[in-house]
């Protein structure tokens, strides 16, 4: 089983809304990411999560705020987000966070933000 | 900082190969990747190649790798309309732990 599950599919937020997108897996991997994707581009990293701790932050800016409350559950809290903030972020997890583990990913989270 | 480059657009028709090409610019690249992404779903792993090979073959899936060159290659033989959707390759780049996404190959495949 190499699934890593996201909720929701779909959301709408205003620029004042708080809300959270979820990530899910069962592979015992130890590391978890954060991706962006803008419409015709490749995903960007946002964040890492390596045995719980934060590893990597590609300066993204506090109104992202990411969480791992174990090592299977992956959570983004969104808060005063901006019109281009918009786009489909993605989840994927790995068995360690090295070169030769690959990542796996998730459907992701269209996130429209009005 | 690292590069990764593709063509932006494949056509071919159905029953024929397709290659897509990459090319990369870290010297220290151990592991490189495939990844397909159909329309509004999420990153599909195909393949994965290690520096110290040349060729990997996987079902119809064939990796080619010129590491003297930095360039990868995926040839998907008898290409099927299910095989329509952005390619990517991959780098994991060690210097920042990351992994590098090229620009995404938009593969078409017609009847």
């Known amino acids: 089983d190499t699934e890593v599950t996201q909720t929701p599919k779909h959301l709408v937020m205003g620029m004042t809304n708080k809300k959270s997108l979820k990530c899910e897996q069962h592979?015992?991997?130890?590391?978890m990411y954060w991706y962006k994707q803008k419409a015709k581009k490749p995903p960007e990293l946002m964040f890492v999560?390596?045995?719980?701790?934060?590893?990597i932050n590609e300066s993204v800016p506090s109104r992202f705020s990411p969480e791992c409350p174990n090592s299977s559950l992956l959570n983004l809290h969104l808060h005063a987000l901006q019109p281009e903030d918009s786009a489909l972020y993605l989840c994927a997890s790995s068995q360690g966070s090295g070169p030769q583990h690959e990542q796996y990913f998730g459907p992701g989270t269209r996130l429209t933000v009005t | 900082g690292e590069d990764v480059e593709q063509s932006l657009f494949l056509s071919v028709r159905e029953g024929d190969s397709s290659v897509i090409n990459c090319t990369y610019t870290?010297?220290?690249?151990?592991?490189l990747y495939w990844y397909k992404q159909e329309p509004g779903a999420g990153l599909q792993l195909l393949t994965y190649?290690?520096?110290?090979?040349d060729m990997k073959q996987d079902q119809r899936l064939t990796v080619l790798l010129n590491k003297k060159d930095k360039h990868l290659s995926l040839r998907i033989a008898d290409t099927q309309t299910g095989d329509s959707a952005i390619y990517f390759c991959?780098?994991?780049?060690?210097?920042?732990?990351?992994?590098?996404f090229g620009t995404g190959t938009r593969l078409q495949v017609f009847p």
């Open positions: 870290d010297s220290s690249s151990t592991y």
């Open positions: 190649i290690f520096s110290n090979m």
């Open positions: 999560y390596s045995y719980e701790k934060l590893s």
């Open positions: 592979m015992g991997h130890r590391a």
């Open positions: 991959a780098d994991f780049w060690a210097n920042t732990d990351k992994l590098i």
